[in-house]
């Protein structure tokens, strides 16, 4: 008996469309490595509609009140919400990841993430009013910059939708979204719920692959270029949309510092640490997935994380049991393996360092030890359930581990001395300091990272802003 494949769509000006030259892809569930359903392999034709209709809903959408914006998103807020079943089955289809665990961490803040969006559509403040000039009165102005090409990634593909659509929708832009070719599932369905709320035009998506991407990138209606992925994603974005001088966003790796101290709690940071590291496979660019560790507290703390590991269970999406479901894809899964394979002869494996079963994309949580600064799994993103441990002498040379990579997105500090903690959050160069606690997010505060980890703020104020042009005018005074 064959199962028929779901079909999915783009949404384009309010309306579900295959692609006009009508090629699909296969949607494969990374639980079971098989395809359930097909997804529109969207070309230049299709990219050309949804800007278009993104394009004639600008006007419209832009000149709207901040008010009618926030009830929209509260509504869209809602419709999430009484639908949550729906949007954790596709999530969980989507990447694998277990049911309980995308309904307890992912939804609700989503949820709440729309609504400080709207909260953040009536707060566009700027400097008062004043007269610089003899005779002349300036005014600042906040503007929405227009048309917005968003392309999310397949790690956290329902959140990080939001990311995208919520302060770029709050403040006056539209939107043409590409989920990732792996996981389109979940924004397909969002496209449904919002159809009822948004008018025409003003949220599109448009599924594909790279070169889909890379053709709304390149398109020149939209007036800026916003994208979580990888760093290689990251500069071709950045060199295509620079031939037109389009405003850009960049979300992109990660190799979160864990820097812990002698005095720090040893379990209580183990098992942060583990929760940290391996939750959602190890695919989020802030994971607690490379320990430094002060040499005295070492083969302790190496100890209890490896015990840590073995305890931690990986499986399918129903398993209640589970902290965390298979890797996204085949690729991403020889991507993790080749990493343990090409370890250098003084690297331990402390624990896992395998492939979990033959069905679907599943890996054991590691532990490697023994790692020294220049070793590619230290510099390098691993984005799997494998956490490294360093060992470190002082307060500077942790700094200068924890510093010495390309990335600089997160970073954690873990001790008793307040007075460390500040310095550490002082000298480390990266966008996130945690201290005590490792990936916490709270809508409020701004999530971005300097050097290859990109540039632009996700999340509060500072990710609404982004979304926005300033205008100065001035008016003479004397009529």
Not at 38 to 55: K, W
Not at 129 to 139: C, H, K, N, P, R
Not at 329 to 343: E, H, K, W
Request: aromatic share 8%; glycine share 8%; hydrophobic share 40%.
């Amino acid at each position: 008996m064959t199962t028929e494949l779901r079909r999915l769509r783009n949404y384009i000006g309010g309306e579900f469309k295959d692609a006009a030259d009508g090629r699909t892809t296969d949607v494969v569930n990374p639980a079971t490595g098989e395809v359930y359903a097909t997804a529109p392999l969207s070309g230049q034709a299709d990219v050309d509609a949804a800007m278009a209709a993104a394009a004639a809903a600008f006007p419209g959408w832009r000149d709207t009140t901040p008010s009618e914006r926030q009830k929209a998103l509260l509504k869209i807020a809602d419709a999430f919400e009484a639908r949550a079943d729906e949007l954790v089955a596709a999530e969980s289809e989507n990447t694998g990841k277990p049911l309980g665990l995308t309904a307890s961490e992912e939804l609700p803040p989503m949820v709440d993430q729309i609504r400080f969006f709207a909260g953040a559509a009536r707060l566009l403040e700027g400097r008062s009013a004043g007269e610089y000039m003899d005779g002349m009165t300036s005014i600042i102005r906040r503007e929405p910059v227009g048309v917005c090409a968003q392309v999310a990634p397949w790690n956290y593909p329902m959140m990080m939708a939001v990311w995208k659509f919520a302060p770029a929708i709050a403040a006056g832009n539209t939107v043409v979204l590409k989920p990732s070719d792996t996981t389109p599932a979940s924004t397909v369905l969002m496209a449904e719920i919002i159809d009822s709320i948004l008018p025409k035009g003003v949220f599109n998506v448009v599924c594909g692959d790279r070169e889909t991407g890379k053709a709304m990138v390149e398109h020149s209606t939209p007036a800026m270029a916003s994208i979580t992925g990888s760093v290689r994603a990251g500069m071709q974005v950045a060199e295509s949309a620079s031939k037109d001088v389009k405003r850009v966003h960049l979300e992109l790796g990660g190799k979160a510092p864990v820097v812990v101290f002698e005095d720090a709690d040893i379990a209580k940071a183990v098992e942060d640490i583990a929760v940290a590291g391996y939750f959602n496979a190890g695919q989020d660019c802030t994971a607690a997935t490379r320990v430094l560790v002060h040499e005295s507290i070492h083969d302790e703390f190496v100890a209890a994380l490896a015990k840590a590991a073995a305890d931690t269970k990986t499986g399918q999406p129903d398993d209640e049991d589970v902290l965390y479901g298979p890797l996204n894809n085949p690729n991403q899964l020889s991507q993790v393996a080749g990493f343990i394979d090409r370890l250098p002869a003084h690297a331990k494996v402390e624990a896992g360092g395998h492939r979990v079963g033959d069905k679907g994309y599943f890996y054991a949580p590691t532990v490697v030890s023994g790692l020294k600064q220049d070793d590619e799994i230290v510099q390098n993103e691993v984005f799997g359930p494998v956490i490294t441990v360093q060992s470190f002498t002082d307060e500077a040379q942790a700094v200068e581990y924890a510093n010495g990579v390309e990335f600089a997105l997160a970073s954690s500090v873990w001790t008793k001395d307040h007075g460390r903690a500040m310095r550490m959050s002082k000298k480390l160069d990266f966008g996130c300091v945690w201290i005590n606690t490792h990936i916490p997010l709270v809508a409020e505060m701004p999530h971005g990272g300097f050097k290859k980890s990109g540039y632009g703020k996700d999340l509060s104020a500072y990710g609404f802003e982004d979304y926005t042009r300033i205008k100065h005018v001035m008016t003479s005074l004397e009529g």
